[in-house]
């Protein structure tokens, strides 16, 4: 299965510029996994656990001051995906630096939940995926969206959060 991780970070390496020999190895790969559909990883045993982890470091580019995202799933303890990203935006605080970097994460774990739904092999996720953040007034905008000075600036398109937490989408509780 190392092979397969292995392949996935090849294949998505070489996406943006990708010619005829790429194009094969993607072929092969997913002859790989339909020969190995009955074959599975399980990371611990019991309930299969979701949990994601977001950070955001405020106005580290040094070119336009905006910040760094980055988040990282772990599946019963494994890690299952990760990015690292600039921020579009520039944020005024830390507060909307650390609530636009959860957003990815939340759109992530609806994406991940779902796609464990339809693989319908494995039980299910049934509780909300719990995203944890650093930030205290990141994780109270996301919960209860109020205006007050340090969220005053966040743009509505990043409001999306707190409607998925509201949903019982995802959660987000502090990491300790």
């Not at 019991?46 to 580019?61: C, N, P, T, V, W």
């Amino acid at each position: 299965m190392d092979q397969l991780v292995d392949f996935t970070f090849v294949g998505e390496e070489q996406k943006v510029c990708a010619g005829e020999a790429h194009w094969s190895a993607v072929k092969t790969i997913h002859k790989y996994l339909r020969r190995n559909k009955d074959m599975f990883l399980i990371y611990g045993g019991g309930e299969l656990i979701l949990e994601g982890y977001s950070e955001a470091s405020f106005q580290s580019d040094d070119d336009g001051a905006k910040s760094q995202s980055g988040f990282v799933f772990k599946l019963n303890g494994g890690v299952v995906t990760w990015k690292i990203s600039k921020q579009a935006t520039t944020a005024d605080s830390t507060i909307e630096a650390e609530y636009i970097a959860a957003l990815e994460p939340a759109k992530e774990a609806v994406r991940m939940k779902n796609y464990i739904q339809e693989l319908d092999v494995i039980p299910s996720i049934v509780e909300p995926v719990v995203i944890f953040c650093d930030n205290k007034g990141a994780i109270a905008q996301a919960k209860e969206s109020r205006s007050h000075h340090c969220s005053k600036h966040i743009l509505k398109c990043y409001i999306l959060l707190t409607e998925m937490v509201s949903r019982d989408d995802v959660k987000m509780d502090r990491v300790s």
